[in-house]
């Protein structure tokens, strides 16, 4: 492990300061960046702390909440505005790791988790674009069943491990930014990159930039969502396919949907397309499966993981379905 300096960082006018230093990173529950660390995957120079800053979920007078970034994941998924409002993001945390880390673990980490592509961490055997720019990427011609059918390029086929993700795709978030140069606002769809030529470049934060909080829109058909995750084993596994959905009907026709993927992409995929196709039509099986075809159409599969692509489009039908007998 490379050394590092440690600090606790007062407040985010201290951890922005902190940050801006060369090599900093931020450090929330941990629970990825320590391993990350273990296997000298990552070599900060500075560790800045910053689990004491902000863990409310605020409910505002609009109808959105605004979630600090050191909130647990465990508090986000009982908190009972998040379960009622908004029950896909509940049942996507706690369908996430195991609940000793999901107590742990902040919602900013979970946003900026890294990928769990076995030749990115396999830091002496592998080679990875990701890990060392320029290197190649074993896992496009190696063992790669666990990885993206869409959106991947020819330098990095690796997947977003990410649940809560999805469904804040889903459900359209957005993550506020905080750094010395001031504050922004990022949608989440746009937060992450695809991989193109450079997946060494993970998402759109600047140096130094700190998540402060994530805001959930006022979304009234959100309460009529839910999140499905399909793996290898029920507890502690990273999804094959994984759909978040939401639906608003008008009669039997579709008036609004949210559709987000995982396990599919090198961030979490909306399915902008298949929502497209979804609205003002009929809501049937058969048109859920157009339009789950319509969102795969683009799909590159691999050697090993082809069984996604039909994977994904019967998850998405089965979710919809789910979603519709609801008020049955």
Known sequence: MTPFSYARAHDVTDAVRLGAEHGAKYLGGGTNLVDLLRETIEHPLSLIDVTGFSNAIEEREDGSLLIGAATRNTALASHRAVRVR???????VLAGASAQIRNMATVGGNVLQRTRCTYFYD??????????????????????????????????????????????A???????????????????????????????????????????AVELPPLPMAARSTYRKVRDRVSYAF?????????????????????????????????????????GRPA???????????????????????????LAMRTIVAVLTELMEMDA
């Open 86 to 92: 908004y029950p896909m993001l509940s049942r996507a």
């Open 123 to 168: 830091n002496e055997g592998s080679r990875c674009n990701k890990r060392n720019p320029g290197q190649g990427c074993d896992a496009i011609d190696g063992f790669n069943r666990i990885q993206a059918i869409l959106g991947a390029s020819s330098a990095c086929v690796a997947t977003h491990p990410s649940d809560m993700c999805v469904a804040l």
């Open 239 to 279: 999804a094959l396919v994984s759909v978040a959905a939401a639906i608003e009907l008008e009669g039997d026709t579709v008036k609004d949907v949210r559709l987000a993927l995982g396990g599919v992409a090198h961030k979490p995929w909306r399915a902008w397309k298949a929502e497209a196709a979804l609205k």
């Open 284 to 310: 049937t099986a058969e048109g859920f499966r157009a339009a789950a075809e319509a969102e795969l159409a683009g799909a590159a599969p691999l050697r090993d993981n082809a069984f996604k692509v039909e």
């Open 170 to 212: 889903a459900l359209g978030a957005n993550v506020h930014l905080r750094s010395a140069r001031g504050e922004r606002t990022l949608p989440m769809t746009d937060l992450h990159r695809l991989p193109e030529g450079h997946p060494e470049i993970e998402t759109l934060l600047e140096p130094g930039e700190l998540i402060t």
